[in-house]
């Protein structure tokens, strides 16, 4: 960790990534562009481990329980009470068979299972019920305004969505757990996308929204397996090169889409100014560069 990257810790170990504008973010080197836009030490074991982004406040983190129970503490870079004082948070667990227990109730998430927590629970803690199988809590979290219910989202309760084509590489699935349509929150979106089998492509066609910020987690590769993730302003695009279990943001001006060696899995997530899943402005294929 070089002197840049110690300033960007706060305290109780949340790091802490602050916004770049376009214009930067045009000549930044590769490990510049991985320093601003990668959180790539997600899912360590028996370790809470959370990253603070300026854009729209965003906090994303994961919990791997072993033997003992973890609990969301508050940094103090937040200035709260306790974590949710002031936020809310979406959870899809990753790994084995696992329990979040919210304010002394329960819920049990299976594999690719997720919850919402809402805003005003002071007590969040993570448990696994098989240590030599932990369970892997992914977390994202908005600051909240308004107060929702707890929800437990099993996969299949999800919303299903078909998009794409073999012919273009890109046929996948979406499965939307927290949206206008299904589980309510105040401002986060959120859900994850499979891709089939000899697709590789995700959004793409791409476009940017600009009263969102959003943050992409990928997973299902093979160890030797990458993805290359697209970003930046449509006219200057960069790139960023992403592992298994590695997130990358997104900030409301950038393009965000990815090639895979192979297909891959991705959670997503969104939050801003609105909750619309088709605010999005398209950017025509020919403009990009």
Known sequence: MDEEERAWTAPNQL???????????????????????????????????????????????????????ISLDCATVLRADYFTQRREIGVINLGGLGTVEVEGSSYELGNRDGLYIGRGNPSVQFRSQDSARPAAFYLVSYPAHATHAVRLIRKQEAEHVVLGDPATSNRRTLHRYIHQGGVQSCQLVMGLTELDTGSVWNTMPVHTHERRSEIYLYFDLPDDGVVIHCLGRPQET???????????????????????????SFIWAMGGENQEFADQTPVPMEDLA
Request: contains cysteine.
């Open 238 to 264: 960069r790139h960023v090169v992403i592992r298994n279990r590695q997130a990358v943001l997104s900030p409301g001006w950038s393009i965000h889409a990815g090639a895979g060696t192979s297909n891959y």
């Open 15 to 69: 790091r802490v990534v602050p916004m770049t504008d376009p214009e930067r973010v045009s000549s930044m080197s590769s490990r510049e562009l991985r320093k601003y836009f990668l959180v790539d030490d997600l899912f360590q074991p028996a370790r809470l481990q959370l990253t603070y982004c300026d854009y729209d406040r965003l906090i994303v983190g994961s919990a791997v329980p072993s033997f003992e129970t």
